[in-house]
């Protein structure tokens, strides 16, 4: 899309008055979304997006433009007024540049593209999970949503690299509602990945829907919970959003250089119970959070952030190496060329451990199992958390008892690391896109079975 020589003369105009790196960054994206509401198709969109970022670092300050005019002469001329942001009025010494193309970690192979697929068949998976759904009167309400993406990436530095990623993308999911007697309970089952069409062959649309109407119909039957202090087990089905929220971002570099995450300062410390080993990890294939390279150009990898309970290092971005003087992790990540990258999680989970699963529910005679996570809150700084639990049974004696609704569980991250006693030889992952100072990128996280001895539960009931 950029030829090496173009490129060299804007990295050129964007370095002339000064600075220690830059880069260019091109993408484009084709995107297409289906949603299908009350038993008729609801929205269609699709569409192209082309644009470039060029972005300057200098005295350890980004200074960034964007725009979707590529063409020669007003690329130079953005990177020119990068260049004059902030600068003194010196002209720096002229640099001369070479680039080589950068080799992957690793490519996700992707076996049917969404662009092959015809509108009409989107159209049919949606209209069968919507027809699976509705497995009983008590479903009120069922929407589909199919989204697909194809995302072309160049990354290009004053470094001499030259990285290209191609990124697959399809999410599919639904939502139901049900009621019963006035009361109204609500299911979501998501699916994707950085996947094709493919997807489906393993993941039928009519199987997601199934087991969304099934939540959402077991709640409606579940009775509220009584809060207080209680075992709980994390099932592995439930996914990672406790690893990923009470403890994932604060190990981003950015937040914990910056004396905004509990973890700041402590490398080298124990932070977490021997039993816990925390990793990221972007090539895992097809995984939702899994990229080539990220979006400065540098390979992804496997980041081991915690090991047996000792906090190991921080996911990092090129400006937060530059600043602790590390190397960069891959975890340099932007919604799109409008943004600039910061530091992010890709796939995050804690290592599978040794004890049996259905051993460490025996092991509690009275408790919480949650099978689902919903939402929650988390404060960086103090590492204090809220989830909301959206699928969740009573341990009695050993075995899982009723189903429950309206369960929250409060805690603090490092504390509740430091005491979990039991973890399971399964791994279980979720997808999602994770929010942070206003972008989204797509991520998943995963975590084997999980005992925790004493945590806050709350509920609709008083303890």
């Known amino acids: ?135 009983a009167p008590g479903i009120r309400q069922v929407k589909v949503l199919l989204r697909d993406l194809n995302q072309d990436v160049t990354v290009i530095n004053s470094l001499g690299e030259w990285a290209q990623d191609t990124r697959t993308h399809v999410l599919f999911s639904v939502q139901v509602v049900g009621e019963k007697g006035g009361l109204l309970q609500t299911a979501y089952e998501p699916a994707g990945g950085t996947v094709g069409f493919e997807l489906f062959d393993r993941v039928p649309p009519e199987q997601v829907a199934r087991t969304a109407a099934e939540r959402a119909l077991r709640n409606l039957d579940a009775r509220p919970i009584r809060g207080g202090r209680m075992t709980v087990v994390m099932a592995s089905e439930a996914g990672g959003t406790m690893i990923h929220e009470a403890i994932g971002h604060g190990l981003e570099a950015d937040l914990a250089n910056e004396g905004l995450s509990v973890y700041g300062g402590k490398t080298g410390q124990k932070v977490a119970s021997d039993l816990i080993t925390v990793i990221d990890d972007g090539t895992i294939p097809n995984k939702r959070g899994s990229y080539s390279f990220d979006d400065e150009g540098t390979k992804s990898g496997k980041t081991v952030l915690v090991e047996n309970g000792v906090l190991k290092r921080y996911l990092s971005s090129r400006l937060t190496s530059m600043k602790d003087g590390s190397q960069s992790t891959g975890n340099g990540r932007r919604q799109s060329y409008e943004y600039l990258p ?17 051993d460490i529910v025996k092991s509690v005679d009275k408790g919480l199992l949650v099978t689902r996570m919903g939402g929650g809150q988390v404060n960086t700084v103090n590492g204090d958390f809220v989830f909301e639990v959206s699928e969740g049974y009573l341990i009695e004696g050993g075995r899982r008892g009723a189903p429950v609704r309206g369960a929250t569980l409060t805690g603090n991250g490092p504390r509740i690391l430091r005491e979990i006693d039991r973890v399971g030889s399964d791994l279980g992952f979720g997808i999602g896109t994770c929010g942070k100072n206003g972008q989204g990128v797509p991520v998943s996280d995963a975590q084997p079975t999980i005992r925790i001895p004493e945590i806050i539960v709350g509920g609709e009931l008083a303890a």
């Open 1 to 135: 899309m950029i030829k090496d020589v173009i490129a060299k003369k804007i990295l050129a105009a964007a370095l002339a008055k000064g600075g220690e790196f830059a880069d260019i960054f091109v993408e484009s994206r084709r995107a297409s979304t289906l949603s299908f509401e009350d038993g008729r198709l609801d929205n269609l969109l699709s569409g192209q997006d082309v644009g470039c970022g060029i972005r300057l670092i200098r005295n350890r300050r980004e200074i960034y433009a964007y725009t979707n005019d590529l063409s020669d002469k007003n690329l130079v001329e953005i990177a020119s007024f990068v260049a004059s942001e902030g600068a003194n009025g010196a002209s720096a010494e002229k640099r001369a540049f070479s680039f080589k193309k950068s080799r992957p970690a690793f490519v996700n192979k992707i076996a049917r593209k969404p662009s092959t697929v015809a509108v009409a068949k989107k159209l049919g998976l949606l209209q069968n999970a919507d027809r699976a759904a509705r497995i």
């Open 342 to 358: 910061m530091v992010r999680m890709t796939n995050t989970c804690i290592a599978a451990g040794k004890d049996n699963p259905e």
